[in-house]
Structure formats: structure tokens, C-alpha cells
């Protein structure tokens, strides 16, 4: 997944880094599209850095298809409950879906998490990637 991509109206970018342009750096490539470098970032401290700095970012993200379907109806035999490697999945999915939300709002957000360091929106009290509580903002 592609993200903080400077398109119009803040939305994710819909090329994927195998379609993007090699360079000679294998952590960076090129799209075409943006006419911008891409920087694939491992760690939650790159992302971050790239964010802040305006650049388009790269980051491994765990797919939602793998989580189970959500059913509705009345089952035959009760269903099984998760396995402790899907609740995990999708506690990761959810995880990273918050990081998304805070380099999303990086421009808005002039405090960091002091739990996990990611950027927090002035108007949270909750951080979106770690659930910590910073309460309101404050000038003072």
C-alpha cells in the first residue's frame, strides 16, 4: 500500500509498489503518475519521518481478504470462534489502519503519541495507532 501520496482530496494512491519505476536505490522507486519518489519504509519511525517531510511512502500493510467474512444469519452449528492467529491478524489490520489515519493527518497534528511516537491530531484525545489516551490538546 502506497501511502501520503500528494494527490487531490488526500486519497490513497491506487498503484502498488510493483508497478512502480525502479531506481537505483532498491528502497525508492518512481511513479509516473505523481512524478514523485516513493520510499518504501520497514519501520513505523521512517514512515513517520517520510510523512512529516511530505513524501509519498510505502508500507507493508496485512490484507483484510485474509480475515474471515463477515456472516449474518442463524447457523446450523455454531460457528467456531476465531483462531488466537486471526484475532491477531486482525488486531495488526486495525493497527495499521490507524497508522494510516496519523500520516494522513500528520499537517494537523502538532504532538506526538508519547507511547508510540506517531503524530496525533490536535483534536484527539485518543491516539489512532495506539489506543493511548493523551487527552486534550493544551497552548499552555
Known sequence: MIRNCAVRFRRVCPRTWESLRSTEEA?????????REVFLCA????AVQH???GHCIAKPMPS????????LGQPDT?????????????EQYL???????ALRDVEYASRVCPQCG??????????????????RFSTA
Open 43 to 46: 519501520a513505523d519511525d521512517e
Open 95 to 101: 493497527h495499521e489502519v490507524g497508522k494510516t489515519q
Open 27 to 35: 528502497s525508492i522507486r518512481f511513479c509516473d503518475s505523481c512524478q
Open 78 to 90: 455454531p460457528s467456531p470462534p476465531p483462531t488466537t492467529d486471526e484475532t491477531a491478524l486482525e
Open 64 to 71: 483484510s481478504t485474509s480475515l474471515r467474512p463477515l456472516v
Open 51 to 53: 510523512a512529516k517531510q
Open 118 to 135: 506517531y503524530p496525533c491530531a490536535d483534536w484527539l484525545t485518543t491516539c489512532k495507532v495506539c489506543g493511548y489516551h493523551i487527552g
